[in-house]
């Protein structure tokens, strides 16, 4: 995207301003040479209404993947819309709400009855509105995210990006923050393990770790240094090696904070903690559901309590920059 599409000019807005309807007229022309002043690299082959009613369908040459732009042009989207596969089933009135925020459950049991033959898509998932109307954020049990429909018809392979100003301005950090704000407010807090702050606490740090993660155990072994500059660490038992379910599981039996803590480090260091479950319970799973809507695709993945993933280096000032601490 950042190729293809370097700016957008507020007169791209004021010419697309009035496609809302099916009976607007469409000036290619004006669009293509507005797209193309904006830093749009490529043709655009041909420009039309979209199955979803708030988006506008760019096809663009050179092979690229089209372009799907609100008609507010608030909000541009590259890639394809596909078709559900799955038959369709009756489908209630659910009114828009506010992004970042999950579907109520009566519209998520609308949704997967439409989705009958998408077979990684269950109860287990999790769909939230986004700031597109017509258009939500979900994602799977398996941790692959996407965008669909609200009517379920209909899903893309893309990620939401943000005008601002009338210039291109990244993602839609707007909407991924509220709802990492919610899927964190959604664990459970007597399942994390917890390194509190020594001394008056300046910040909190969630982190979903693995055991045998090379990364997670450098951050583990930073955790007393964070903790004295006032930083909070709150770990989210998040197995992802082949090897970790189990022992973290019988780390996550013992239902002492400060004992689970330290069967953690320990496990950190390669010492693995005697069995400590008397029977088949997994204190991991709650936690592990609610920190799917963060889309963890590898650990270690660190927030801060506004929702913020953090991309950087944790062996640095970086670190405690992001965290607002000098």
């Known amino acids: 995207m950042r190729t293809l599409l370097k700016s957008l000019s507020l007169a791209v807005i004021l010419s697309l301003g009035t496609l809302g309807t099916a009976h607007a007229s469409i000036n290619e022309q004006q669009i293509r040479a507005t797209l193309n002043g904006a830093g749009l690299s ?5 420009i039309e209404p979209s199955p979803i009613n708030s988006l506008l369908l760019l096809s663009l040459g050179q092979g690229q993947e089209p372009l799907l732009i609100t008609h507010d042009l608030n909000y541009v989207i590259q890639g394809n819309i596909e078709p559900n596969p799955s038959p369709k089933a009756a489908m209630g009135n659910h009114p828009k709400a506010k992004a970042g925020t999950p579907i109520t459950s009566a519209h998520k049991t609308d949704l997967l009855a439409n989705m009958t033959v998408l077979k990684n898509i269950d109860r287990q998932a999790a769909f939230y509105h986004t700031n597109v109307d017509g258009l939500l954020w979900g994602v799977s049990a398996n941790g692959t995210s996407f965008l669909v429909s609200s009517d379920g018809r209909y899903f893309i392979n893309g990620e939401i ?3 601002e100003d009338g210039l291109f301005a990244g993602l839609d950090t707007d909407f991924e923050y509220a709802k990492n704000r919610h899927a964190l407010s959604q664990l459970d807090q007597d399942t994390l393990t917890i390194y509190p702050a020594k001394g008056t606490e300046r910040a909190v740090v969630y982190i979903a770790t693995d055991i045998n993660c090379p990364y997670c155990k450098i ?7 964070f ?7 709150k770990a989210i038992g998040y197995p992802v090696y082949d090897e ?8 996550w039996c013992e239902s002492d904070n400060a004992k689970r803590a330290s069967l953690l480090s320990a496990a950190m260091r390669g010492i693995r903690t005697k069995a400590t479950c008397q029977g088949d319970e997994n204190n991991l799973a709650h936690n592990q559901l609610a920190a799917q809507s963060l889309a963890i695709f590898a650990t ?4 801060n309590d506004q929702g913020e993933l953090f991309q950087g280096d944790f062996n ?7 965290l607002n601490i000098q």
């Open 42 to 46: 490529v043709p655009v082959e041909s």
């Open 244 to 251: 970790s379910p189990e022992p973290m599981r019988q780390i």
């Open 161 to 163: 990006s943000v005008i």
């Open 300 to 303: 270690p993945a660190i927030f």
């Open 227 to 233: 903790n004295n500059k006032g930083i909070t660490i």
């Open 316 to 322: 640095g000032d970086e670190f405690l920059e992001f």
């Open 219 to 225: 951050f583990h072994s930073k955790i007393n240094e």
